[in-house]
């Protein structure tokens, strides 16, 4: 069907060891090139350890990872897995983390004196699925000071905060992240993309005081929306 790779996620294997786990990665890597996947615990993934990264790292269909755990302990057994392994090259590292979307993106990660560091490249990111124009503009700022190699500017230390702020309220942190998915949708109602917030699971809906919540973050923060831009556009895309 010409699909280039797979977003493995090891979610549904709740029950497997971390050998079996590593076969079944093996085994679809042998089909098609294979992008890792750390899935949070709080929607259904499980812990998995560096060893379990580093072994993940070694399989040789393994092309990139998405880092997702919203635990910083465990993005470092990532990254450091990777950079041990002897395809640090030719894996590539993506922030899944919605919390901390600016700090993955600007930090350099070494971890050992005279190696190369490593640095997480990009986002596959549900944050990144409304606000998309300022999405945009952002990883493309965050990429260049982080290949500039100079200090961090003051203004995107005090961005970081600002962006986890509105990914709590559109992720639901406050209910265990049971309106991760209408929040997403509610912003994109708002602008007039969506004619409403339904699930296939009709019991996914916003939780009590979330639609609150949207609303102070886009009001504190509208350099982080980008309404203007679909409601420049918004006629010829829904034409």
């Known amino acids: 069907l010409g699909y280039h790779a797979v977003l493995l996620s090891l ?5 497997a060891t971390e050998d079996e786990l590593v076969a079944h990665a093996r085994a679809v890597a042998g089909v098609l090139p294979v992008i890792g996947f750390y899935l949070q615990p709080a929607v259904g993934g499980r812990r998995l350890s560096y060893a379990f990264w580093r072994r993940f ?13 919203f635990n910083r302990y465990g993005t470092l057994d990532v990254v450091r897995a990777v950079d041990d392994s002897d395809r ?13 979307i600016i700090t993955d993106l600007i930090s350099t990660f070494r971890f050992a004196p005279g190696r190369k560091p490593v640095r997480i490249m990009g986002g596959l990111l549900g944050h990144w699925g409304v606000w998309t124009r300022r999405a945009v503009e952002l990883q ?21 905060p600002q962006v986890t702020d509105m990914n709590a309220a559109l992720f639901d942190a406050a209910n ?3 309106g991760c998915i209408p929040g997403i949708h509610e912003v994109l109602r708002r602008q007039g993309l969506l004619a409403g ?6 019991h ?36």
Not at 57 to 69: Q, R, T
Not at 197 to 202: G, M, N, S
């Open 11 to 15: 979610a549904a294997l709740k029950d």
């Open 57 to 69: 790292a070694d399989i040789p269909g393994v092309v990139a990872i998405k880092i997702a755990p």
């Open 88 to 100: 640090r090259d030719e894996v590539v590292l993506y922030t899944g983390n919605d919390d901390t």
């Open 140 to 160: 493309r700022r965050l990429a260049e000071v982080r290949d500039a190699g100079g200090d961090i500017p003051r203004d995107l230390l005090e961005l970081a």
């Open 176 to 178: 265990a992240f049971h």
């Open 197 to 202: 917030t339904w699930c296939l699971d009709p």
């Open 204 to 239: 996914e809906t916003l939780s009590p005081g979330q639609a609150e919540e949207l609303s102070r973050v886009c009001a504190a923060y509208p350099h982080l929306t980008d309404d203007e831009f679909v409601r420049e556009h918004l006629a010829a895309w829904l034409a």
